[in-house]
Structures are given as C-alpha cells and as structure tokens.
C-alpha cells in the first residue's frame, strides 16, 4: 500500500462484504474508516508496512495478529484473541479485545441474567472465548463449551437440560445461509436467556424460536454497535456517551429491517409498498410480480396451467430468496403468510404490517381465489387470524392511501428512525 493510500482506520478480515462496520464508524465520526479484505498470505506484509493508525480485526484473523503485537490488554491476554489494533507512539502494536466489552452491554440491553446459571456456548472459536470470560464475570455457575468434537457436542448436548442459558457464537443462520439452527431450544426447559451474536440477518432461526417460546433474546447486532464504540474510544483517546450504542443501533436497524406487508389480495399493498419505498429510501419488491418473472408466465395462468400447489411452491421460493434479504419493502401475496416456513422467512429480519381494508372495497381483478365477494369472504374467515396473529401493526387502508402509509411510516420512525421521514 503506497503512502498517499494510507489509510486511518479500519477492518480487517478475509470476507467483509455484508460487514456493517464502515457503517458503524461512519456515524461514530471524526477518522476515515475502510474495509479491507486480506487473504491469509497477505496478513504478514499488510500488518509490518503499518500504514494505519488503528484496525479491528475479525474471523479468521483474531488470534492470528496475536504474534504482532508488542503489548496485549488485560481482556485480549485474558480471552486470547485480539479485535482491536492501535499503532503506539513508537510504531510498535497495541492489541487489545474489546467484542468483551461489546458482549456484556449486549445481555444487559436485553435483561438476560447470567447469575448463578448454567451456561451452554455453541462453538470454539475467538468469540466463544470472549463469551466464557463475560459469563465468568457476569457470575455464571457453570459455563460448557459445546463443539463438534468437544466432550459436550451436537450429539450429547440434548444432556444438558438444566441449562438456563444459550450463547451461539457459530456462524449457523447467519446469511446467506440463513434458517437453519444449532440446536432446538424447547429441548431445555430451564432457559431464560438466548444470545445469538449473528447479526445477518437480525432474526436467526434460533432467536425466533426463542422469541415463539418467550425467552429473553438478543442478536449481535448490538454487541457489534458497542465493541465498535470501545474501539473508537481507543482509537480516539476519548469517551464516547453510551447513548450513541443505542442511536447507532436503532439508525443501523432502520437501515436493514424490511418492511412486509401482508393482507387479502386486492387490499393495496402493492400501491402502499411503492409509496413507502419512495419515502423511506428503500427498495420496493413484490413477491408476486418476482413469481411471474420466475415462471415466465402470469398468476392466472400459472394456476389454471400449473396448479396452485406449483404457485405456492414458487411463492415459498420467492420469499426465502427476499425474506434474508436487507432494507426493502415487501409486498406479499394474498397467501403467502399461511406458510410457517414464510412467516419464518419474512420475520428474520422484517417488520409486518398487516393491511385492512373492508371486503367490498377489495380489487378482485385477475385474482384467481379471490373473483367473488363469497370467494373473499370465505378466503378472510380462514386467513384473518394467522394475519393477526403474525403481524405487528395492523394499519387501516378503508381511507386515502396516504393516511396509511403515514401511519406506517410513522410507526417505523418511532421505532427504528433518528430522524423523521
């Protein structure tokens, strides 16, 4: 790296293209932050050049930058593993582990106590050493580390019964491969807390599991947020209030969370979609037009050539593909949520809106269940209670358009947003 590329800060990691760390850092402010993936054989050369100022480090590099550093902190000495590098005054390196820091203000945000239980964590690597040492300190009894081919594995673990807590540091449900889980969480009937430190997508299969079960649960998304602020405290030789984790992290979910919005066919959610797209500045899809373009053929004719089992097929497709994707706003089909396996898939990292409008309001052209008010009426008796029970805001749409996209985008802002739309 020549001397006008120097750079200040940064990340650096062997695959970073769905960090948020830049993100991060960005909103921190005052330094230049980049993210720079490095292949193993370049680690040696990129760390002796030193043409930084400070570095995080993440997988598969956390133990490896160890040798390079002329002193260690207490925490990265203690857990052995390094996320956090600064450049000392007379060039030598600083590692220090600040995911630690991260890590205990991710289960006090979410009000799981670790005091006197037995703690189950899901993997071996830098981060589960990390989680041991806050366990420890958060005053666990007992802390396991469960591993492929540990004395407590995959196998076995269903033994453990007792266990009151779960912290997932493999990479399991993370994205792209999203849905699938370590273990089944109602096989222990003890636990009161689940920490799943994947932040992509914000809903594991794992946390929605617990959330179904009702267990205090959290993402890493917040441990990702707070390990950031500590390094940028290093970094920056100053404080950083604790009220920018919680700012950061509600802007940074405003940023990914999808908007999905589900309801009987006819009832406008496509209309209310595009709108909230343009004034939210995110990316509109519709899962029915998505089929049609999958198919090569319209819906119509999709279930008089192909049968409505194919289309349903081709739906549950659709939305696995959209469902793990960030920052959209998703229009569904009619049906589309009577599937577990949809609800699952928008729910990881959506927020649903559940679009009402009365019956004979409802648009029947071209919908192939729903051509007749008896059609429609019978198609709402069977769906209404899935839609409510699965939703998180119901939003009227009997008067103009724009009062309930308003009100979406109004429930939105409260939610996620630092500033008003």
Same mark, same amino acid.
């Given at each position: 790296m020549s001397g006008k590329n120097r750079?200040?800060?940064?990340?650096?990691? $062997?695959?970073?293209?769905?960090?948020?760390?830049?993100?991060?850092?960005?909103?921190?402010?005052?330094?230049?932050?980049?993210?720079? $993936?490095?292949?193993? $054989?370049? !680690?040696?050369?990129?760390?002796?050049?030193?043409?930084?100022?400070?570095l995080n480090v993440t997988i598969p590099y956390k133990k490896a930058v160890i040798p390079y550093c002329a002193e260690l902190s207490f925490a990265a000495k203690r857990i052995g593993s390094v996320n956090t590098l600064l450049v000392q005054g007379d060039g030598s390196l600083y590692g220090h582990n600040t995911d630690y820091d991260g890590f205990l203000y991710t289960v006090k945000s979410a009000g799981i106590s670790f005091e006197e239980k037995k703690v189950l964590i899901l993997g071996s690597g830098g981060t589960s050493l990390t989680a041991r040492a806050a366990a420890e300190d958060l005053g666990a009894r007992e802390i396991i580390t469960v591993s492929r081919g540990g004395d407590v594995n995959y196998e076995n673990i269903y033994l453990q019964t007792d266990a009151g807590i779960i912290v997932n540091t493999t990479p399991v449900g993370m994205y792209p491969k999203t849905g699938e889980a370590p273990v089944d969480l109602s096989r222990f009937p003890a636990l009161s807390g689940v920490v799943d430190v994947i932040y992509n997508p914000l809903y594991t299969a794992l946390l929605l599991q617990a959330r179904e079960l009702g267990i205090?649960?959290?993402?890493?998304?917040?441990?990702?947020?707070?390990?950031?602020?500590?390094?940028?405290?290093?970094?920056?030789?100053?404080t950083i209030a604790d009220s920018e984790t919680e700012r950061i992290c509600r802007e940074i979910?405003?940023?990914?969370?999808?908007?999905?919005?589900?309801?009987?066919?006819?009832?406008?959610?496509?209309? !209310?979609?595009?709108? !909230?797209?343009?004034?939210?500045?995110?990316?509109?899809?519709?899962?029915?037009d998505l089929i049609v373009e999958r198919a090569g053929m319209s819906i119509p004719d999709i279930f008089n050539e192909l049968g409505e089992a194919r289309f349903r097929e081709? $739906?549950?497709?659709?939305?696995?593909?959209?469902?793990?994707?960030?920052?959209l706003v998703i229009a569904t089909g009619g049906g589309a949520i009577m599937k577990e396996q949809n609800r699952a898939a928008l729910r990881q990292n959506g927020r649903v809106y559940y679009i009402v409008r009365e019956l004979h309001a409802l648009d029947t052209q071209n919908r192939p269940l729903s051509s007749s008010i008896e059609a429609l009426q019978e198609l709402e008796r069977k769906r209404r209670s899935v839609y409510s029970a699965f939703c998180d805001v119901k939003i009227s749409n009997d008067a103009a358009p724009e009062a309930a996209v308003g009100a979406i985008a109004e429930d939105f802002y409260e939610n996620f947003g630092n500033k008003r739309p």
């Amino acid at each position: 790296m020549s001397g006008k590329n120097r750079l200040e800060y940064g990340l650096i990691g $062997e695959k970073l293209a769905h960090s948020y760390s830049k993100l991060i850092h960005d909103r921190l402010g005052g330094y230049g932050y980049e993210l720079y $993936e490095i292949a193993a $054989e370049g !680690l040696d050369l990129f760390l002796k050049e030193r043409r930084f100022k400070g570095l995080n480090v993440t997988i598969p590099y956390k133990k490896a930058v160890i040798p390079y550093c002329a002193e260690l902190s207490f925490a990265a000495k203690r857990i052995g593993s390094v996320n956090t590098l600064l450049v000392q005054g007379d060039g030598s390196l600083y590692g220090h582990n600040t995911d630690y820091d991260g890590f205990l203000y991710t289960v006090k945000s979410a009000g799981i106590s670790f005091e006197e239980k037995k703690v189950l964590i899901l993997g071996s690597g830098g981060t589960s050493l990390t989680a041991r040492a806050a366990a420890e300190d958060l005053g666990a009894r007992e802390i396991i580390t469960v591993s492929r081919g540990g004395d407590v594995n995959y196998e076995n673990i269903y033994l453990q019964t007792d266990a009151g807590i779960i912290v997932n540091t493999t990479p399991v449900g993370m994205y792209p491969k999203t849905g699938e889980a370590p273990v089944d969480l109602s096989r222990f009937p003890a636990l009161s807390g689940v920490v799943d430190v994947i932040y992509n997508p914000l809903y594991t299969a794992l946390l929605l599991q617990a959330r179904e079960l009702g267990i205090a649960h959290t993402c890493g998304l917040p441990m990702l947020v707070a390990q950031a602020k500590a390094a940028a405290e290093l970094f920056l030789s100053q404080t950083i209030a604790d009220s920018e984790t919680e700012r950061i992290c509600r802007e940074i979910m405003g940023k990914i969370t999808n908007i999905v919005l589900i309801g009987m066919p006819g009832s406008g959610k496509t209309s !209310l979609g595009r709108r !909230l797209a343009s004034i939210l500045s995110k990316k509109f899809t519709d899962t029915d037009d998505l089929i049609v373009e999958r198919a090569g053929m319209s819906i119509p004719d999709i279930f008089n050539e192909l049968g409505e089992a194919r289309f349903r097929e081709l $739906e549950s497709e659709v939305i696995r593909d959209v469902g793990k994707e960030s920052g959209l706003v998703i229009a569904t089909g009619g049906g589309a949520i009577m599937k577990e396996q949809n609800r699952a898939a928008l729910r990881q990292n959506g927020r649903v809106y559940y679009i009402v409008r009365e019956l004979h309001a409802l648009d029947t052209q071209n919908r192939p269940l729903s051509s007749s008010i008896e059609a429609l009426q019978e198609l709402e008796r069977k769906r209404r209670s899935v839609y409510s029970a699965f939703c998180d805001v119901k939003i009227s749409n009997d008067a103009a358009p724009e009062a309930a996209v308003g009100a979406i985008a109004e429930d939105f802002y409260e939610n996620f947003g630092n500033k008003r739309p």
